[in-house]
């Protein structure tokens, strides 16, 4: 492998991001299924890179599922959209940033829409102004949370208190990264690094002293394609697209599982679950599994940020094995306690899937 | 006196003119950019179909040049003026030179393999183009791979930079499917162990003894043809390579693991044809060679008296017409001097 | 086990790296003409059984060489042998051979 041939494409595909005053907009997802993710963004924006991110609690969801499921027309989620660009002007906002991949993916197509075709933008305009009265400015720069991350990497790495190298060995963890469908594949020069050979979460990977893993089936869908999985018959394809990709990366020992999108940890994480009701088939080591996790779980963690703050707890796979590679300390005990030391119930083990409880 | 033409190009374009030009009883000056002449046919071994080695038709054309071609190489030209006398040529570090007409050889570049990044050329170690393999045969050199093993199976993929939206050249570069069958043959004769599989979407068999080729590399070889063109190349961490394509004759997305990957890279419009076309005031097609006066009849001709072309200039071309277009070039360009003369 | 109410979509694409070649390699090696198909289904245009059956020769004797033998063991019994198939193919493939071959092959080794 010539990661110079890499880097020759990774030139071809920068984009603009912005530096600072982020309107900051949510995932229907992300919160429900990770909760602590979205507020672990925050805190590293806030806490450590001093930035203003702003959320206004009036805007909804852009309709991304709805849409991508034929649920919702593209007229009503561009007026949608219209309306949480609405509130981002009048907050005084102009870079728009998403914590959802599928987000970033519908802003930029309407976006694109509107720039080839005036006349769709206008007729959106009026529709916002029928129903609710409102007026927007388009943003000035649209960015996904994880090229936030990826601009502020040097930064994340040197107020960082872990690198992604395996204690015991010395040697950089070995990972595979995983960009949301939606990210680069409609735009690929709205993503960084294109589509081919997406370089945000390489960079990411690069900067924090870790080793990314090319595997046959990088390219392919990690199932959360929302055709697939929507109806219960049809999840048959979407767990068989993600047991494609981990039959394709476990010949190369992956230590963790890296995304940038609500839905590919989420099913990357709990089809392993699955797969191991279903079929007894586990991977990883010692039937632990690939531990998943997204940016700002990652950032959060080589920050030195308490793992069950971030929320790891709620993963299926366990992370702990992954936390012991690195160093990072952990109080079991607290593992399954709300932030006001209660204990909210544990899960119970599943059959094959090796599982930490407090004993 | 005379008649001075001057050549641009010294590939087999240029040279076969240069020379029909001195037989015909002109002056012919050949300008060539690189440190020799020779074109992209002298980094050939064999030529198709017959196999036959290259280096006879560049001796060939070299020789037909004789001593009555002044042949000038590491010449570069910086522009060149039109008056109602000819064309004066200015060289870089050099004297301008004149003639009374030009011929316009400078050819065609290959296809860069590394825009399409899916195939991964330049990234993955095994992956190679035509004209590489072709350099090993020319070398001599033993076929393996990057880390020195002999491949037990090679894929050759036909189409790439060619036929193709996304980089922009809707065209068929004509020759590569007949490359393909030919280096098929050529792997499996060095290497009778290895299996060679190559995927088309046609196979574009169109002249003399191609599709006898095409046979003979089924027949005899066992050369394997896969209808369904490349969708992408991942490595394996022994480096080999697994091809996604559609089995388009069954309908089934199909998926193989080979040791090489062979890409036969198509044309392009080459930069100092674009370079020098522009000095004259020649126009290209859609497809980025350039347009002669007349698709048929005056295919040799173009719109500025006194500018001729020949060769892949106009496009995709291979060897046997090449030649024979550079000579009903010389050709033309002795009747329009004759016409000038008799005014 | 636990049923969660759907199973995991087997993989249908044609692996070529696990697929069983021995019956291509049989054909291939007992009625060599076959190598010369180009595919082009003239075969498949005039056989009397393919137009009123699922039969089409020439995708059957594709996936044989694509070693997708389970595919296509009944389809291939539907052959009559009328030899329609061979009379127009233009490379001269002995068509009912390559049946006889494939049965045969089949037989030996399942």
């Known amino acids: 492998m010539k990661i110079d041939g890499k880097r020759n494409i990774w030139k071809d595909y920068q984009k603009e991001i912005a ?128 090229d936030v991350i990826f601009k502020f990497r040097k930064e994340i790495a040197a107020n960082g208190k872990y690198k992604l190298i395996n204690k015991n060995t010395g040697k950089p963890l070995r990972i595979v990264e995983h960009i949301g469908c939606h990210y680069s594949r409609m735009f690929p020069g709205k993503g960084i ?145 709300t932030m006001d030391g209660k204990m909210m119930g544990q899960p119970n083990a599943p059959s094959n899937l090796k599982f930490y409880q407090h004993e | 006196m005379n008649d001075k033409v001057i050549v641009i190009g010294g590939g087999v374009a240029g040279m076969t003119a240069a020379g029909a030009l001195a037989d ?64 004066s040529v200015q060289l870089e570090n050099s004297e301008p030179v004149t003639a ?26 095994n992956v190679i183009t035509s004209a590489e393999l072709e350099n090993i045969f020319m070398e001599g050199k033993k076929l393996t791979t990057h880390d020195g093993k002999t491949p037990a199976r090679i894929a050759i993929i036909h189409c790439v930079g060619s036929r193709d939206e996304k980089v922009g050249n809707l065209y068929c570069s004509k020759v590569c499917c007949v490359t393909g069958v030919k280096q098929a043959i050529e792997i499996r004769e060095m290497l009778p162990g290895c299996e060679v599989t190559s995927f088309y979407m046609d196979l574009r068999m169109y002249d003399r003894n191609f599709e006898e080729l095409y046979y003979e590399a089924q027949q005899k070889w066992g050369v394997n043809f896969i209808r369904g063109r490349l969708s992408e190349c991942a490595e394996n961490p022994d480096h080999s390579l697994v091809l996604k394509t559609e089995d388009t004759l069954t309908g089934r997305p199909l998926k193989l693991t080979v040791d090489m990957v062979v890409l036969l890279v198509g044309f392009v419009p080459g930069a100092e044809t674009r370079r020098i076309a522009q000095m004259v005031g020649l126009q290209s097609g859609a497809d980025g060679f350039l347009l002669s006066a007349d698709e048929h009849i005056l295919d040799n001709s173009t719109t500025v ?26 050709l033309q360009v002795k009747t329009f001097l004759s016409s000038q003369n008799a005014v | 086990m ?59 004797h594709t996936f044989i060489r694509r070693g997708e033998i389970k595919r296509v063991k009944k389809e291939i019994q539907r052959c009559m042998f009328c030899g329609k198939c061979q009379l127009v193919c233009p490379r001269g493939v002995n068509l009912r051979n390559v049946i006889l071959t494939i049965n045969r092959a089949i037989e030996q080794i399942g």
């Open chain 1, 19 to 146: 530096a600072d005053r982020y309107f900051y907009v949510r995932s229907c997802v992300r919160q429900n299924f990770f909760p602590g993710s979205e507020k672990t963004f925050l805190r590293i924006m806030k806490d450590e890179l001093h930035k203003d991110v702003f959320e206004n609690a009036a805007h909804t969801t852009c309709s991304g599922i709805g849409y991508h499921s034929d649920v919702v027309p593209f007229e009503t989620a561009m007026t949608m959209v219209a309306r949480q660009f609405s509130i981002m002007t009048e907050s005084g906002y102009e870079n728009f940033t998403t914590s959802c991949i599928t987000s970033f993916g519908l802003y930029s197509e309407i976006l694109e829409t509107w720039h080839h075709f005036p006349e769709v933008e206008e007729r959106i305009r009026q529709h916002l102004l029928k129903a609710t009265g409102r007026t927007f400015n388009k943003p000035a720069n649209l960015s996904h949370a994880s």
């Open chain 1, 193 to 337: 690094g294109g589509a081919e050979y997406p370089y945000v979460l390489v960079g990411m990977i690069e900067e924090w002293g870790g080793e990314v893993i090319d595997y046959p089936e990088r390219r392919h869908c990690c199932g959360f394609g929302f055709r697939q999985y929507l109806v219960q018959a049809n999840r048959g394809y979407s767990i068989a697209s993600t047991k494609k990709k981990f039959d394709s990366m476990a010949p190369y020992k992956p230590d963790f599982i890296l995304t940038n999108c609500p839905g590919c940890p989420m099913f990357l994480d709990r089809w392993q679950y699955a797969l191991s009701e279903m079929e007894g088939i586990t991977y990883g080591e010692n039937g632990h599994g690939i531990p998943v996790l997204t940016y700002e779980e990652l950032a959060g963690i080589i920050l030195g940020y308490d793992p069950w703050d971030i929320g790891l707890q709620v993963h299926q796979v366990p992370v702990e094995p992954l936390l012991d590679k690195i160093g990072i300390p952990y109080d079991t005990p607290r593992k399954f306690l």
């Open chain 2, 24 to 87: 015909l009883g002109m002056e012919v000056l050949l300008l060539e950019k690189d440190t020799r002449t020779g074109g992209h046919v002298k980094n050939w071994d064999r030529l198709f179909p017959s196999r036959r080695p290259g280096r006879e038709v560049m001796d060939f054309v070299g020789k037909s040049m004789g001593s009555d071609v002044e042949q000038r190489c590491n010449v570069i030209v910086n522009s060149i003026i039109r008056s109602d006398d000819g064309f």
């Open chain 2, 100 to 125: 009374k007409s030009l011929v316009i050889a400078t050819g065609y570049e290959l296809f860069d393999a590394h825009k399409k990044e899916e195939y991964g050329y330049g990234i993955y170690d």
């Open chain 2, 305 to 330: 008296p006194g500018v001729f072309l020949a060769g892949a200039v106009k496009g995709p071309a291979c060897i046997v017409n090449t030649i024979a277009d550079a000579r009903a070039t010389a």
């Open chain 3, 2 to 60: 636990i049923n969660f109410g759907y199973k995991i979509m087997r993989d249908e694409s044609i692996d070529l790296d696990r697929n069983d070649m021995r019956i291509a390699e049989y054909l291939k090696l007992h009625e060599p003409s076959i190598k010369l198909c180009i595919g082009c289904g003239s075969c498949t245009a005039t056989c009397s059984t393919g137009h009123f059956t699922d039969f089409n020769i020439r995708q059957v």
